[in-house]
């Protein structure tokens, strides 16, 4: 069991650019969650889906940033124009329903130059 | 909104000592809790979770963690820490109805050989 993979697991992206940050979540896992982690700040939810669907985007910044879980593939965590601000570490958990504990990825350490 | 405090937000300790990390929360319902272990450069795991039953609950690596309800408190603890167990602790908190956990800001360990 592979658990959940991130990839890639460091990007560099300069200001204005878009990065695709992508997930796949454990075998057998429909539940998946994108959180940010800032230094000093601990994680902060961004968004919760299911397949197909966005159940909870309360955590997403209103602009330039998308979440997707298509029928086939990985989730996808999409920043459009990124800014230096954007800089941190991204985290993908999944669980197999909702309320219990998760299983995260490795992470995707987005750096903005 | 529920909210999750880690009033530890760096402890130090040499090898041997005992640990006990603070975590309240701030929700007065039926609650699901979680501590989350993070070793450097690595992604979060689960340490030990509460959803019900007897609120001393024991987790993986000799860690263990008390629920309290009138205190509304979940404190991890550890009898005697190892340089091993150098990393950032996360309590986090699942509301009743809420299937996304609040999770604290973090407590960094550092445990001295």
């Known amino acids: 069991n592979a658990g959940v993979m991130q990839n890639p697991r460091h990007l560099v992206r300069r200001r204005g650019q878009e990065a695709r940050l992508r997930c796949s979540p454990m075998?057998?896992?429909?539940?998946v969650y994108w959180y940010r982690q800032l230094p000093e700040e601990g994680l902060k939810f961004m968004v919760y889906?299911?397949?197909?669907?966005?159940?909870?985007e309360s955590g997403m910044p209103k602009e330039r940033f998308s979440a997707e879980f298509p029928k086939e593939g990985p989730s996808i965590l999409r920043i459009q124009q990124v800014v230096r601000g954007d800089s941190a570490a991204y985290f993908c958990?999944?669980?197999?329903?909702?309320?219990?504990?998760?299983?995260f990825g490795s992470g995707t350490r987005l750096t903005v130059v | 909104a529920q909210s999750v405090s880690q009033h530890n937000h760096h402890v130090i300790l040499s090898e041997a000592a005992s640990l006990e990390l603070g975590c309240n929360y701030s929700?007065?319902?039926?609650?699901?809790l979680f501590w989350y272990v993070q070793y450097p450069g690595q992604h979060l795991q689960l340490l030990l979770k509460?959803?019900?039953?007897?609120?001393l609950v024991k987790g993986i690596k000799g860690f263990e963690a008390e629920f309290i309800k009138s205190k509304f408190s979940f404190n991890l603890r550890k009898p005697s820490v190892q340089w091993s167990d150098t990393a950032e602790y996360f309590c986090?908190?699942?509301?009743?109805?809420?299937?996304?956990?609040?999770f604290g800001r973090g407590t960094s360990l550092i445990v001295h050989p």
């Open positions: 889906l299911q397949k197909e669907n966005i159940i909870d």
């Open positions: 986090a908190v699942n509301a009743g109805g809420s299937y996304i956990p609040t």
């Open positions: 958990a999944s669980s197999q329903r909702t309320g219990e504990g998760y299983t």
């Open positions: 075998k057998g896992h429909s539940h």
């Open positions: 509460y959803f019900s039953g007897d609120p």
């Open positions: 929700y007065g319902g039926t609650v699901n």
